[in-house]
């Protein structure tokens, strides 16, 4: 008599992570908080208080705060204030320390320059910054179009001069993105939003958790299982540029149709069993290669900042 075998049922359904898995699983240190940093850091933002400062302008909200455009009063200079609130919870109040610890720590022309960190007694914490006149590159997408290939190339020149310096010690940003690249009217552009940064201890730290904006994460962030065999944390910084130059050039993200808001299930199928984006027809082949170059799915294959700095598309007179 013949056997009949039951045919088994295959569950193909992608699980929605857990809220709890959405923030950082191994939430790192606060900065030191010794007699000696609390010292370092009234002396180094001495210069400028509360007082000094007036709010011309709201410039944005979000993640437990505002950004504030504000005057120095004495010198007439303007900075940028970033205000996270005394109520916020504490993964908010996290970030904007690890922001203003980093920010200590950093000097680069291509970095956000932060000229003071002050804590009120109401318990808001703020950072003052330089102002970018431009806003963010998605803002300039929004008000003014399209990138051609020249501008392109001058951000990303600027984008890896400020990468290849933070990876050169050992920090990676993990939220590159347009919205947290700041622009000013010379096209000057300079990396901001620390928040859900990592300072590795080592160079080939592990770095999964699932922190920034999931869109522009690299497939080892989605699936450390599949692609973090070689795992290489700065290059997931080097993919999300990848993605971050496609958008400026085609006015939309680049794993979706124009119009279409992604949900995690659907960027996590598109960027973890599906291939790489392409540009349209019409990009010069330097700017293919360039792309490609940064969105390599085997994070061992991309190159490094250091590396892209002299790809042949970084060449192309921004004047044109």
């Known amino acids: 008599m013949a056997l009949v075998r039951e045919r088994r049922q295959l569950n193909l359904s992608l699980p929605l992570p857990e809220p709890t898995e959405r923030r950082p699983r191994f939430p790192l240190p606060l900065p030191p908080t010794s007699t000696s940093a609390t010292a370092s850091t009234t002396t180094s933002t001495s210069a400028i208080s509360s007082s000094d400062l007036e709010k011309l302008q709201v410039l944005g909200h979000g993640n437990g705060g505002t950004v504030y455009k504000v005057r120095h009063k004495r010198t007439s200079a303007i900075y940028a204030l970033k205000v996270v609130h005394g109520d916020s919870d504490s993964t908010t109040r996290r970030q904007v320390l690890r922001e203003m610890e980093i920010l200590r720590r950093t000097d680069s022309a291509n970095i956000v320059q932060c000229h003071g960190c002050l804590e009120k007694p109401s318990g808001d914490i703020a950072i003052v910054m ?54 000013n009217k010379n096209m000057e552009v300079k990396i901001a939003d620390f928040g859900v940064s990592k300072i590795m201890c080592r160079t080939l730290d592990a770095c999964t958790s699932y922190v920034g904006t999931c869109a522009y994460m690299s497939p080892e962030r989605f699936d450390p299982d599949t692609y973090g065999g070689n795992y290489n944390g700065y290059a997931s910084d080097i993919w999300s540029l990848g993605l971050t130059l496609m958008e400026l050039y085609m006015g939309h993200f680049p794993f979706l149709p124009a119009g279409q808001r992604p949900d995690w299930a659907t960027l996590m199928c598109a960027i973890c069993f599906g291939e790489p984006p392409s540009l349209p027809d019409g990009a010069s082949n330097e700017f293919r290669s360039f792309v490609e170059c940064c969105l390599q799915k085997e994070s061992s294959k991309r190159w490094t900042a250091e590396k892209l700095l002299s790809h042949p598309f970084l060449s192309r007179d921004p004047e044109t």
């Open 130 to 183: 330089e102002y970018m006149d431009l806003g963010t590159l998605d803002s300039l997408l929004k008000s003014s179009g399209t990138f051609s290939e020249a501008k392109l190339a001058l951000v990303a020149r600027q984008v890896l001069n400020g990468l290849s310096y933070l990876h050169a010690h050992k920090i990676i940003h993990r939220d590159i993105k347009p919205s947290n690249l700041l622009v």
